[in-house]
């Protein structure tokens, strides 16, 4: 069975820092895609960074600059260094590791909020 645990959220004054961990168990093979997307109560959950294994990597436009993705192949863990955080921010923040087309999984979720 596979699953995707995180850690590392929090509260945050605004403009501070929190590095979210995420590493998967249960699959021997390595994810195709691996990211971070959030949720706020009453909107869709949205993409915040994606990074495939060769690499490539997407953001969406409101945290260029401010966060960074980046994997771990080996130990299966995908992290997201969030710098300079607003509290439009705060969000439940999910990991995603997909394995192929419709093969998703999720992390459970772990929340973030930035408040003074």
């Known amino acids: 069975q596979v699953q995707l645990v995180e850690s590392g959220g929090g509260l945050v004054q605004p403009g501070g820092s929190l590095r979210l961990s995420c590493v998967a168990s249960g699959t021997i093979f390595t994810f195709y895609e691996m990211g971070w997307y959030r949720q706020v109560p009453g909107k869709q959950r949205e993409l915040v960074a994606v990074?495939?294994?060769?690499?490539?990597?997407n953001y969406v436009d409101s945290v260029k600059g401010r966060f960074t993705i980046s994997r771990d192949n080996a130990k299966k863990a995908v992290y997201l260094q969030m710098n300079s955080l607003k509290p439009e921010d705060t969000a439940v923040y999910y990991c995603?590791?997909?394995?192929?087309?419709?093969?998703?999984?999720w992390g459970q979720g772990t929340q973030v909020t930035v408040s003074s």
């Open positions: 995603n590791g997909r394995l192929g087309v419709g093969n998703d999984y």
């Open positions: 990074i495939t294994s060769g690499g490539r990597i």
